[in-house]
């Protein structure tokens, strides 16, 4: 009897030594992901940018090969990026409207009370669980 439950303390062990494993594994390959994403996502940024730039320097050349001057050309750009800030702060401040509208708000707050009563009723549980 002593050698059956001994066999049956080495399997789970094991088993769940197996679990472990593969759990530790996993979690080593999230966060070689998470940092792989990161890193993915600072080269995007940079190549955006970098795209940005360059599609505007060749809409500068030819704005002045165009105009005939470098001046027109610049203020034409700076024009025009002015154009895409304020359309971008519109559409912001449009976002921001759109949040504080009453059923926006209403839907908020009905939606943390509903995360609370979840909370609450989870933290409960576990406290019956453990007497």
Excluded at 65 to 78: D, K, M
């Amino acid at each position: 009897m002593l050698d059956e439950f001994g066999r049956l303390g080495h399997g789970f062990k094991q088993l769940f030594g197996a679990q472990l494993k593969l759990l530790s594994a996993e979690l080593g390959l999230a966060h070689s992901a998470i940092s792989w994403m990161l890193l993915a996502a600072l080269a995007a940024t940079v190549a955006g940018v970098g795209l940005g730039l360059t599609l505007l320097g060749l809409i500068g050349v030819v704005l002045a090969q165009w105009f005939g001057t470098w001046v027109g050309a610049l203020v034409v750009l700076a024009l025009l990026q002015l154009v895409f800030l304020l359309a971008a702060v519109m559409l912001f401040r449009r976002c921001m409207h759109w949040l504080s509208l009453p059923v926006t708000r209403s839907e908020w707050g009905a939606t943390m009370r509903d995360i609370q009563r979840k909370s609450k009723l989870k933290a409960e549980a576990k406290r019956e669980d453990e007497t």
